[in-house]
């Protein structure tokens, strides 16, 4: 498989993944299992950001862009605030 091919297919996973992370982290907040200031549920999100951010970079999907960049940045700064007040 050339490397083209393998590009495209991570940038699908990266989509697939970050589906499942933002998913999973709103389900989890839903049924209580996690706090929304806590470190794995603002974790689930930057990094379910930043997989959007790869797989709409690689589509021109530019509003979908900026929207999970600030998404990222709102996790980022909870993950500071939390730390600052604990």
Do not use: E
């Amino acid at each position: 498989m050339n490397t083209a091919k393998w590009i495209v297919i991570a940038v699908a996973a990266a989509g697939w993944i970050a589906t499942a992370l933002i998913l999973g982290a709103y389900w989890l907040l839903s049924i209580g299992k996690i706090d929304q200031r806590s470190t794995v549920y603002q974790w689930m999100n930057i990094i379910g950001g930043l997989g959007f951010v790869i797989n709409c970079t690689w589509n021109h999907a530019l509003p979908s862009v900026a929207l999970n960049v600030v998404w990222m940045m709102i996790g980022i700064y909870s993950l500071l605030r939390n730390r600052r007040m604990h």
